[in-house]
């Protein structure tokens, strides 16, 4: 039985699974967008998000040096750190969380394999916004809209009786 066991093994030992999984970040955040079997890429989602939330907090030149180095030691590939920092991290700035999108591409002829492609979501074009217009901060409310939507609904009907009056021609 396998009772309180979170983690999906892949079918590797550590070593190989901390290395792909080390690989496969780098190249997503290089890319911005790879392909591969739907579970590496569930695995990857667990492993790159917390890496990106990284990026975001900073408060001291030392805080920031710390994630840097933090950093390093999961992905093993500076050029991939300085992009997440520079390029990725100021640009999700605004994002609560959810960083990575992933989208099922059917199935893989030769073993029937479930592939997926795993994105990064504010590096889309097609989904997002476009490249002149920024990103706003994301709203946070637990209100319900019913108090709104109930403010719209007696506003407009008390603007319709007299939008209805027409002079009538005998």
Known sequence: MRHGDKINNLGRTKSHRVAMMANM???LITY???VTTLAKAKALRTYIEPLITK???ADSKEQIMHN???VFSYLNDKASVKELFTVVGPKVAGR?????????LGIRLGDN???AMIELVDFNEIYGKGKGEAAAPAKKTRRSGASK??????SD???EPAASEEPTAE
């Not at 609560?96 to 099922?104: A, E, L, Q, S, V």
């Open 55 to 57: 990026t975001k907090k």
């Open 32 to 34: 911005k967008r790879i």
């Open 25 to 27: 970040a780098s190249q």
């Open 96 to 104: 609560p969380g959810g960083y990575t999108r992933i989208i099922k």
């Open 68 to 70: 840097h180095r933090l």
């Open 149 to 154: 939507k109930k403010a719209e609904s007696t």
């Open 157 to 159: 009907s008390a603007a």
């Open 113 to 115: 394999a479930e592939r």
